[in-house]
């Protein structure tokens, strides 16, 4: 069964940081070699942050390079996105997203996605 399930959002002023969760089920973490982070605002599009795929290849957006970092944890099958300097633009729902993807980017289409974790950054 594909289970992703976020946690770590909250509120933060603007300079702070946050670490995202994602706990996926044995049978995701095990199955899908490419993961993701997604982000969508209130009447934005949705945006692809980092991914994770084979090998530990990421790939980043230019708007988080440098700020983000996408990890994995194998031993707790859990994906974490650690959030530095946030900015008040960084404010979305934060979704994790699993697949098996030719080619995992951070702006991938993904079948598989969590229900999210709200992040809000103040000035």
């Known amino acids: 069964q594909v289970r992703l399930v976020e946690s770590g959002g909250g509120s933060v002023q603007a300079g702070g940081s946050l670490r995202l969760s994602c706990a996926a089920s044995?049978?995701?973490?095990?199955?899908?070699?490419?993961f993701g982070w997604f982000r969508q605002a209130p009447g934005k599009e949705r945006e692809g942050v980092p991914s994770?795929?084979?090998?530990?290849?990421?790939d980043y957006s230019d708007s988080v390079k440098g700020r983000f970092t996408i990890s994995k944890d194998n031993a707790k099958n859990t994906l974490y996105l650690q959030m530095n300097s946030l900015k008040p633009e960084d404010t979305a729902m934060y979704y994790c997203?699993?697949?098996?993807?030719?080619?995992?980017?951070?702006?991938?289409?993904?079948?598989?996605w969590g229900q999210g974790t709200q992040v809000t950054v103040s000035p």
């Open positions: 994770i795929g084979r090998g530990d290849r990421t």
């Open positions: 044995t049978y995701t973490y095990s199955f899908y070699h490419c």
């Open positions: 997203a699993a697949d098996n993807l030719i080619y995992c980017y951070s702006d991938s289409e993904f079948d598989h």
